[in-house]
């Protein structure tokens, strides 16, 4: 079982910059044994793939965000981490953190970025 607790969302101009906080806790083995991911969510759109770092901190990233997100982990602090620079209007979304294991989900409840132009 893993809880995930995110943070750091809010409204930002474009251009800006916000930095994502997804807290795990786990009963037994905390978050190294979990691919972590980046999720967001528009209205009326699907939820997306943002940026995934695995257990051994290789990342992937959606074409839209490369160069402009990073993903990164930290095992000790059970916390993962998601930098986000020159912000569009086009990233307004809930963004979620969520942990993989085995094809196994675990979600957090989200946190609102906005970009206004």
């Known amino acids: 079982q893993v809880q995930l607790v995110e943070s750091g969302g809010g409204l930002v101009q474009a251009g800006g910059s916000l930095k994502l906080s997804c807290a795990a806790s786990?009963?037994?083995?905390?978050?190294?044994?979990?691919?972590m991911s980046w999720y967001r969510q528009a209205p009326g759109k699907q939820r997306e793939l943002v940026a995934r770092?695995?257990?051994?901190?290789?990342?992937n990233y959606r074409d839209s965000v490369k160069g402009r997100f990073t993903i990164s982990r930290d095992n000790a602090k059970n916390t993962v981490y998601l930098q986000m620079n020159s912000l569009k209007p086009e990233d307004t979304a809930v963004y979620y953190c969520a942990a993989e294991r085995g094809g196994y989900y675990y979600w957090g409840q989200g946190t609102q970025v906005t970009v206004s132009s």
């Open positions: 786990s009963s037994i083995s905390g978050i190294s044994p979990y691919s």
């Open positions: 770092v695995s257990t051994s901190s290789s990342t």
